[in-house]
């Protein structure tokens, strides 16, 4: 136990504020990582561990998603709020965090992954972004329904980022296909042209 002590802090920590926890900012990038890790031993089996992918992964986790979604569900318990109907609350966060939110932040993943490994960011989006969005919304929706409705503000960052590992898990395996069906077609296509 001792050795998920620096995990469990903010658990007993004061309420959430604008100055939110370094946990929060710090946890996605360790658990974006291990879904990375967990993508390419467990799903992908490479035989050899690409470290700068896991890299890039902890950078979006750590800069840019922890920030996000610890602003986010501020942004969400202040704005949307039907105090007499507390289902049509929960109803109107998780369809302004899907519309808005998630599909934002898998643009802005793919985008920046695709600059971080020296490609182009539309390449990646045409060939990822509305199958991994698809998939977004047959997962995240529940999660989030369950999240805004049980889980207190200040620990909703660690709920998503709990079931983000196997979500990061298939984002870092999409993220790594993207591109290689176009990469086989073009050989196939360099092939027929070495026979003709």
């Given at each position: 136990?001792?050795?998920?002590?620096?995990?469990?802090?903010?658990?007993?920590?004061?309420?959430?504020?604008?100055?939110?926890?370094?946990?929060?900012?710090?946890?996605?990038?360790?658990?974006?990582?291990?879904?990375?890790?967990?993508?390419?031993?467990?799903?992908e089996k490479v035989p050899t561990h690409?470290?700068?992918?896991?890299?890039?992964?902890a950078l979006y986790g750590g800069a840019?998603?922890?920030?996000?979604?610890?602003?986010?569900?501020?942004?969400?318990?202040?704005?949307?709020?039907?105090?007499?109907?507390?289902?049509?609350?929960?109803?109107?966060?998780?369809?302004?965090?899907?519309?808005?939110?998630?599909?934002?932040?898998?643009?802005?993943?793919?985008?920046?992954?695709?600059?971080?490994?020296?490609?182009?960011?539309?390449?990646?989006?045409?060939?990822?972004?509305?199958?991994?969005?698809?998939?977004?919304?047959?997962?995240?929706?529940?999660?989030?329904?369950?999240?805004?409705?049980?889980?207190?503000?200040?620990?909703?960052?660690?709920?998503?980022?709990?079931?983000?590992?196997?979500?990061?898990?298939?984002?870092?395996?999409?993220?790594?296909?993207?591109?290689?069906?176009?990469?086989?077609?073009?050989?196939?296509?360099?092939?027929?042209?070495?026979?003709?």
């Amino acid at each position: 136990m001792s050795l998920l002590r620096w995990f469990v802090p903010p658990l007993f920590s004061s309420p959430f504020s604008f100055n939110p926890d370094p946990y929060q900012l710090t946890r996605p990038q360790v658990l974006f990582a291990t879904g990375d890790v967990m993508a390419q031993h467990l799903v992908e089996k490479v035989p050899t561990h690409n470290y700068a992918r896991t890299g890039r992964m902890a950078l979006y986790g750590g800069a840019i998603f922890g920030p996000a979604a610890t602003t986010w569900f501020a942004f969400l318990a202040r704005r949307i709020n039907f105090p007499a109907r507390p289902t049509l609350t929960i109803a109107a966060r998780v369809l302004t965090d899907q519309t808005v939110f998630a599909s934002t932040n898998l643009f802005c993943f793919l985008s920046s992954m695709a600059l971080m490994e020296g490609g182009d960011p539309r390449d990646k989006l045409r060939s990822s972004y509305f199958t991994a969005l698809e998939k977004n919304w047959m997962v995240w929706p529940a999660v989030q329904a369950i999240n805004f409705r049980f889980v207190p503000l200040e620990h909703r960052v660690l709920v998503v980022n709990v079931v983000s590992l196997g979500w990061n898990c298939y984002l870092s395996y999409v993220n790594s296909q993207a591109g290689k069906k176009e990469t086989v077609g073009e050989k196939v296509k360099e092939k027929a042209e070495e026979i003709s």
